[in-house]
């Protein structure tokens, strides 16, 4: 047991984003104690960026299977978020989307998607999560290694910016330190298991700048989304708008490795131009950047398997830290919100220290992040110079299936609602497989391709204005304030 008073329970949770949230959420119903060891010197008490998160200055899609996910963990949270200024958007009636097949109908909502800077979503989330009271969170504390043995994790040892160390003791440990994570060490430096991990890797970099959305865009304004064709043989670029908060557009050009964008601003909206459809440089053109560009590049695929490995009791791992997504799908937030979910039903079947708790919770995190891997690695492997297994015969196989199914939602809503309820995490990727599917499948498409994007008139009356002069930058600060 733990330094806790005699019979309490106490779990400790590395890192205080979005993962480690929803875990102190998850579980604090079934414990005395949760305390969230965070490496950031202070989290912020409004959505403000942090220097501990620089994914956040990327655009970050949160799918009706994360945001539902997050609603269930702590009701409320979407209201909070919509309150704060976030668009609840409508999907695919929302969604003016460009995929390897054509251009997407907008047809009638079968999900949704919230648009919301990153910072807003974590907001959300921290803010309920505080309020839980036996939920405790310790900032300016760096996790730097595991307390036991191979058979059982009792707890971490923390630096704080004293820099002294101490140990703080566990009844679970929970690893929610994102990407970079160092639990591989820490395990191996414990006498734990070797942990089987996978890497396929696109090479894909981000260059994401905010802008004032033009007037009279307003809150219903759709996401635009410009795919790459992993199928063409050259590097992938994709460009996405996302309406967020604070009447902004949040603006993220990708590029697969040899096609990579850079930051300098004056080649911001060319790079957008050069996307399969240079829609999104056309709205660019006629709308005021209002921050600097920033780049990022650590995008890799990487899955480990602790829910395969002999793994000491005591121990689970979460979120990025588990399995870290190439970001462009935009699954990341959705898979960490239900392995939290997962754990949370693990929780409500086994107590949290029962010697099976960790390996029970660490198979059922696995799945949502299983489902959303097979996604990114089925295109991810086709792009050049992916790092990683080269695809098989199974993978090709897959990747021509989807590419039909894609092909025939373009004109077939039977398939268009299995599709989107996999791209947004609602349902497995088995939907897909489901006989009404494959027969709408070989059926082909009920209606024709679109040689166009599918704009109202509002949206094309945007792009019937004069571009606008480019003016020096007005900082993001200014346009907030006046
Ligand atoms: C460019 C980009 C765009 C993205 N876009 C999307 C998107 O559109 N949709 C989507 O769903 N996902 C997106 N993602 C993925 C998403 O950002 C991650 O999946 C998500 O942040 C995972 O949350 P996490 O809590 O596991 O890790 P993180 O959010 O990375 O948090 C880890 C936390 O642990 C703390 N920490 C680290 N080490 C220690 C330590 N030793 N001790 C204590 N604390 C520590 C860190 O300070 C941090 O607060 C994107 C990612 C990137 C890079």
């Known amino acids: 047991m733990t330094q806790t008073p005699t019979g309490k329970t106490r779990v400790v949770i590395l ?7 929803l875990a102190a959420a998850a579980l604090a119903p079934h414990v005395s104690e949760v305390l969230v060891l965070e490496r950031e010197r202070m989290l912020p008490e409004s ?28 009701p409320g949270t979407t209201d909070r978020w919509l309150k704060a200024g ?15 097949a054509g251009w997407f109908r907008r047809w009638t909502e079968t999900h949704y998607l919230i648009g919301a800077g990153r910072d807003l979503v974590d907001w959300g989330v921290r803010t309920a999560v505080l309020e839980i009271p036996n939920v405790r969170v310790r900032t300016g504390a760096t996790v730097v290694s595991l307390v036991g043995d191979a ?38 430096r414990i006498g734990g298991p070797t942990v089987d991990e996978t ?15 033009p007037e009279g865009t307003g809150q219903d304004w759709p996401v635009i989304h410009i795919q790459a064709d992993p199928r063409q043989g050259r590097p992938g670029r994709i460009a996405s708008i996302v309406p967020i908060e604070d009447g902004q557009w949040h603006v993220s050009l990708s590029g697969t490795r040899g096609g990579e964008p850079t ?21 660019l053109a006629r709308a005021e ?15 480990r398997r602790f829910e395969k490995a002999a793994m000491p009791a005591g121990l689970v791992v979460l979120g990025d830290a588990a399995t870290s997504l190439n970001p462009v799908y935009g699954h990341g937030m959705s898979a960490a919100a239900q392995g939290a979910v997962a754990l949370r039903d693990t929780a409500v079947k086994t107590p949290v220290t029962a010697p099976k708790f960790a390996a029970r919770a660490q198979k059922a995190i696995a799945r949502p992040a299983a489902a959303a891997w097979l996604l990114a ?11 990683g297994k080269a695809p098989g015969l199974g993978d090709r196989l897959a990747a021509r299936y989807v590419h039909r199914l894609s092909h025939t939602a373009i004109g077939n809503f039977v398939v268009v609602k299995a599709l989107t309820e996999v791209m947004t995490m609602k349902k497995p990727a088995s939907v897909l497989g489901h006989p009404a599917v494959l027969f709408a499948a070989a059926r082909g498409l009920r209606r024709p391709l679109l040689n166009g994007p599918a704009l109202t008139e509002r949206e094309r009356a945007v792009l019937n204005r004069e571009p606008l002069l480019r003016e020096p930058l007005v900082r993001a600060e200014e346009s907030r304030t006046g």
């Open 151 to 188: 058979a059982k994790v009792t707890g971490v040892v923390v630096r704080g910016e004293d820099g002294e160390e101490s140990t703080v003791e566990a009844d679970l440990v929970v690893d929610a330190s994102g990407r970079g994570s160092k639990i591989l060490e820490w395990l191996a």
């Open 86 to 100: 976030a668009h609840r958007i409508p999907i695919p009636t929302g969604m003016v989307s460009l995929a390897p």
């Open 289 to 303: 950047p209002i921050s600097e560009v920033q780049v990022y590049g650590r995008t890799a695929n990487r899955q």
């Open 263 to 283: 930051s300098d601003e004056a080649l911001f909206e060319e790079y957008a131009r050069g996307a399969r459809h240079p829609l999104v440089a056309e709205f």
């Open 377 to 387: 690695v089925g295109q991810d492997r086709f792009y050049p110079g992916a790092v």
């Open 199 to 213: 890497v396929v890797d696109a090479g894909v970099r981000y260059a994401s700048r905010r802008y004032r959305a």
């Open 47 to 74: 959505p403000v960026p942090r220097s501990r998160l620089p994914q956040a200055a990327h655009a970050h899609m949160l799918w009706a299977g994360g945001a539902d996910a997050i609603e269930s963990l702590l």
């Open 15 to 21: 890192g205080g984003s979005l993962g480690g949230t």
